[in-house]
């Protein structure tokens, strides 16, 4: 027994190098397998703790007018409703800047903020800012607000406030990209709190909602589902209640306009008969007052002076009544004009997935790695099983002869495949360990830390995950244990005396190739040897193909994930869309403040070109999905004029498209996600959930974000009503962040405007997803340039260990050393070229298959890759194919010639 565990021991010493290199093949298996797996769930398990500290509201209700007791009475009302919390909130600009902060009141239960340094705002002039802006103001400093509107009002008692704090909330998880807002540059700089008595209103205009039952943690399918229904439900019930409110609203402002009409027509009539009166009053009075100064009558000038004075009055007090009455007339006009602006009061519910723009990504973000665990540790461990198996089966090999004599010294065929089952599973440990170790500490930090640049998260909270360790060892073992077995077990059938003698060579065949007389005859030496070789070792020859192919196709995916993320920007940016922003303003305003925000996009000198629209934001939902796919839906007014807007291209012919009375053109990947085609129907809903059915009359090109667009016929169609122009589509002359950002919040500052929808802030979406996913890819590519080189390394070594008494008689004839070298390499190189041709392929088809589910479900990735791409894998499996040259070389030259040559009979 002492004897087996020395054996053992020395074993382990003398193939120390392929000890590491199949550790090394079953850590970086068990590293992606778990690195990958395991992200996903902290990331989520992460932004959970998160939610329940602040208790996260399930969802929200806004109102476009505050809501008044019957509005709350409602929606406390509302079926499975926990917990209700009122607020209130307004968006305001810093005063002589574009910035826009939404403020809110300080929230008691749900959806708290967490202070980062100092206090709650406890005064109508204390305020809590945005974490973001700490390095801009420090506490105890003042801010200024200013409306963002022209003539307009903040909302809030004061316009001057005392910083006391810092904060964040899980209402605003991204950092850069907080939400849109009608102010300013179109998005808003961050968020505020303060308490109800900084507002001018006493009602609120949010309610912020905690549902009962709530099934699941957040992103899980149960409790997204459970969500989404819940909404949807919500919503109806709500809508009864704003169709009652707007009945009641038009009802009273109805009555006011009549009651003033008839008020301003009777005060009309009187001002008009008492202005005749003081007319004819005044004429006879000039008559008197000159007939007086003729005659020099003082006494009667004096009487006549005095009555001129009263006539001053009376006509003064004239006057201050036609200038009511003018007040009157324009209170009827805005009270005609809020009327007309009922049909936009809106009291709409969302769910985290749609009033959370930052909750929504996180979770996408999070997906997307689960998309990637389900397919790169696949391919890691496959490579990493077919490699281990051949070189834990190749060990056994050599091992026969002493296997043989362990045998023939009476050790029991357990103890003799001791040797080989301590030393695989020591590699499935050591794999496992040092796998387990990197996945479950380092690359979730890296992803991490990649992903969330962009959100306010700090730290991430790590698991153990004890299924996927398993499972990862589950995969080493088999991959070492059952192949030592499996090889050993065949050989102990043998008889001892048989199996202490070399196994005999496999019987020589002919070649395919040397049928072929004209090129066998003009082969040399030794590339017929090379040839016989490639063919005489099967096995091997596909374990290095294989393993070559799998890691040069690791390596263009990892590198095609960002070259596809690349074309998004310069496909849709470049070629799609060719405006810089929409202006959409509100129809239904007053004639001046329409005109006014018209006059800013048609008068304006920094405009290019501008053409009228109907904007609308509207969604669709699909079966398999709890989240909308929020739309934008143009109507063009001038259907001739779109295209310099936007490149509308069949997504199949790539043939221009014009728009059609029979149906709409929709988006690629709106059309996927909805799962229709050309012809085919499917429905949208406004905000406020109401049901549109739409027939498809075409798909156009579109890599970023979802678009239905529509002529003005089938518009009224489907509508039932006449569109009305409410935006415009803009091209700057000179089209930079800071020259849009500027024309936007002028537009802005307009009263009639409602929003701006910058085509960069897509843009910029796109480019944040891509570079969260650099450090990934990084990741990745590095994980498969290693997975490459130990699969060479190991292959070659074992080339190499088997053929040491060729190598040896080569040396003996006299061989030089580079022709030795190229004997054994020769093969390599055949087999890596095969092995990169193979790749190619397949990492082609595994790099569509990962864009399919990798891309967010705004976004369309252009398919195939670029030759840069593919130049540098297949360059870099040639550097490693010679560095393992290099490393190879030592041990082919340091072969012992007697030793290798000794006869084993």
């Known amino acids: 027994m002492k004897m087996l565990n020395k054996n053992i021991a020395r074993e382990f010493k003398m193939s120390l190098a392929r000890y590491v290199s199949v550790s090394a093949l079953l850590m970086l298996g068990v590293f992606v397998l778990i690195g990958l797996n395991v992200t996903g769930p902290n990331m989520r398990k992460t932004a959970q703790t998160a939610y329940n500290a602040e208790q996260l509201a399930d969802a929200k209700v806004t109102s476009t007018v505050s809501l008044n007791a019957k509005d709350r009475t409602a929606i406390e009302n509302l079926a499975g409703i926990k917990k209700t919390e009122f607020g209130h909130t307004t968006d305001i600009v810093i005063k002589n800047t574009k910035h826009v902060l939404r403020v809110q009141s300080n929230p008691k239960t749900l959806s708290k903020m967490t202070l980062t340094k100092g206090h709650q705002a406890t005064t109508a002039k204390q305020i809590v800012l945005s974490d973001k802006l700490r390095g801009q103001y420090q506490l105890g400093d003042h801010i200024t607000v200013a409306a963002g509107k022209s003539n307009g009002s903040t909302g809030l008692t004061h316009k001057t406030f005392t910083i006391v704090g810092f904060a964040t909330s899980t209402e605003y998880l991204k950092k850069d990209n907080l939400g ?101 009053a005044q004429k006879q009075l000039n008559t008197q007052m000159a007939q007086a100064k003729a005659a020099q009558s003082s006494s009667a000038i004096t009487t006549l002076t005095a009555k001129q004075k009263a006539l001053d009055q009376q006509q003064a007090a004239l006057k201050k009544q036609k200038q009511a009455l003018k007040a009157a007339k324009a209170k009827v006009a805005d009270a005609k004009a809020t009327k007309r602006q009922l049909n936009d009061v809106s009291l709409t519910i969302a769910s985290r997935n749609d009033y959370n723009d930052g909750y929504n990504n996180y979770g996408e973000d999070a997906e997307r790695i689960d998309a990637l665990g389900k397919s790169f540790p696949a391919f890691f461990f496959l490579i990493a099983i077919l490699v281990s198996f051949t070189t834990m089966r190749r060990m056994v090999e050599e091992k026969r002869i002493e296997m043989g004599t362990l045998r023939a010294l009476g050790y029991t065929k357990g103890e003799v495949m001791r040797e080989f089952l301590v030393y695989s599973i020591t590699t499935a440990v050591t794999g496992t360990v040092f796998g387990s170790i990197l996945g479950l500490l380092v690359l979730p930090k890296i992803i991490f830390r990649a992903y969330t640049a962009n959100f306010n998260f700090s730290s991430l909270q790590l698991a153990l995950h004890p299924g996927f360790i398993a499972a990862g060892f589950a995969l080493a073992l088999f991959s070492t244990v059952l192949a030592s077995w499996l090889a050993a077990h065949n050989s102990l059938k043998t008889i001892t005396a048989e199996l202490m003698l070399p196994k005999p060579p496999v019987s020589g065949s002919r070649i395919l190739l040397e049928h072929i007389t004209p090129i066998w005859k003009r082969m040399s030496f030794s590339h017929k040897v090379t040839a016989r070789n490639l063919f005489r070792y099967k096995g091997r020859m596909l374990m290095t193909i294989i393993g070559v192919a799998g890691a040069t196709a690791l390596m263009i995916t990892g590198f095609g994930i960002r070259d596809s993320l690349n074309t998004i920007i310069d496909r849709q940016f470049s070629q799609i869309s060719q405006y810089d922003l929409v202006a959409v303003y509100n129809p239904n305003a007053k004639k001046s403040e329409v005109t006014s925000a018209q006059e800013s996009i048609t008068k304006a000198n920094t405009v290019k070109r501008y053409s009228s629209a109907y904007f609308a934001n509207v969604y669709a939902t699909s079966s398999d999905s709890n989240s909308r796919e929020n739309i934008s839906l143009i109507v063009p007014s001038s259907a001739s004029q779109l295209d310099q807007y936007i490149k509308l291209r069949d997504y199949k012919t790539n043939k221009k498209m014009t728009l059609s009375k029979n149906g709409a053109i929709v988006s690629q990947k709106l059309a996927k996600l909805q799962n229709v085609n050309v012809g085919d129907t499917f429905t949208i809903k406004d905000t406020d959930g109401t049901s549109h059915k739409i027939k498809v009359a075409g798909i156009t090109k579109m890599y970023a974000g979802h678009a239905i667009y529509m002529s003005k016929a089938y518009y009224n169609q489907v509508y039932d009503t006449n569109v009305t122009a409410n935006a415009y589509l803009v091209t700057l002359k000179h089209a930079t962040a800071k020259s849009v950002n500027a024309f936007a919040a002028k537009f802005n500052r307009t009263a009639a405007a409602v929003q701006t929808v910058q085509s960069k802030e897509t843009k910029k979406t796109i480019t944040n997803i891509l570079s969260n996913l650099n450090n990934l890819i990084l990741v990745l590519v590095l994980s498969a340039s290693l997975l490459s080189l130990v699969v060479l390394y190991t292959l070659t070594n074992i080339n190499v260990s088997e053929r040491v008494r060729e190598l040896s008689t080569l040396k003996v004839l006299g061989f030089y050393p580079k022709e030795v070298l190229m004997y054994i390499y020769r093969e390599t190189n055949i087999l890596t070229g095969a092995g990169i041709i193979v790749g190619i392929g397949v990492g082609y088809a595994f790099h569509a298959y990962i864009m399919a589910l990798l891309p967010p479900a705004t976004a369309m990735v252009a398919p195939g890759l670029t030759w840069i791409n ?36």
């Open 870 to 905: 593919i130049i540098i894998s297949v360059g870099l499996t040639i550097v490693f194919s010679l560095v393992v040259m290099f490393m190879m070389n030592r041990k082919i030259q340091s072969v012992d010639m007697l030793e290798a040559l000794k006869s084993v009979d």
């Open 180 to 280: 849109s807002t009608s102010l300013g540059s179109g998005t808003l700089y961050g968020f505020a709190y303060t308490t109800t008595g900084a507002f001018s209103s006493s009602k609120p205009n949010v309610a912020r909602l905690a549902f009962t039952n709530v099934k699941g943690a957040a992103y899980s399918n149960a409790y997204e589902h459970y969500a989404t229904q819940q909404v949807a439900k919500l919503q109806r019930k709500l809508n009864q209640r704003n169709r009652a409110r707007v009945a009641s609203l038009r009802k009273d402002l109805t009555q006011q306009i009549n009651d003033a009409k008839t008020r301003i027509a009777k005060n009309t009539t009187t001002i008009a008969n008492a202005d005749t009166t003081l007319a004819t």
